[in-house]
C-alpha cells in the first residue's frame, strides 16, 4: 500500500486508473484492527492502487471529501470517485470485500 505523501501524488496516481483510497490515523484503534487484513485485500485485487491518507497530516483532504469517520475507503478511476465507504464505524474484511466488488467496471 503506497502512503501519501503529498496531495500532487493522489492527483497523479487519481488520473492513472483505479485508486482505493484509505483515510486512517495513528491513534485510531479501529484502523489497526483492519490493518493485518489490508494487504490480503490489495493482493485479492491487483487492478487497484491502494493509498493509505493519514487524515491528521491530511485534515483538508477529508474536509474536501466529506470523510468524518475513520477507517474510511474512497475508490476513484480515471480521476473520477466510483464509490465510497465512508463511516466511523469499524470495518470487517468481508465488508471492505463487498465495497471493492460492488464497484463499477
Do not use: H
Amino acid at each position: 500500500m503506497k502512503i501519501l505523501n503529498t496531495i500532487d501524488e493522489l492527483n497523479k496516481w487519481k488520473k492513472e486508473g483505479n485508486v482505493i483510497t484509505l483515510f486512517t490515523a495513528d491513534w485510531c484503534p479501529d484502523c489497526r484492527v483492519i490493518e493485518p487484513v489490508l494487504p490480503e485485500i490489495e493482493n485479492e485485487n491487483p487492478d487497484f492502487t491502494f493509498v493509505m491518507i493519514d487524515r491528521d497530516q491530511f485534515i483538508e483532504l477529508c474536509q474536501e471529501y466529506d470523510v468524518f469517520g475513520i477507517p474510511s475507503f474512497i475508490a476513484f478511476k480515471d480521476g473520477q470517485e466510483i464509490g465510497r465507504f465512508v463511516s466511523k464505524e469499524r470495518k470487517t474484511k468481508e465488508q471492505i470485500t463487498e465495497f471493492i466488488e460492488g464497484l463499477p467496471n
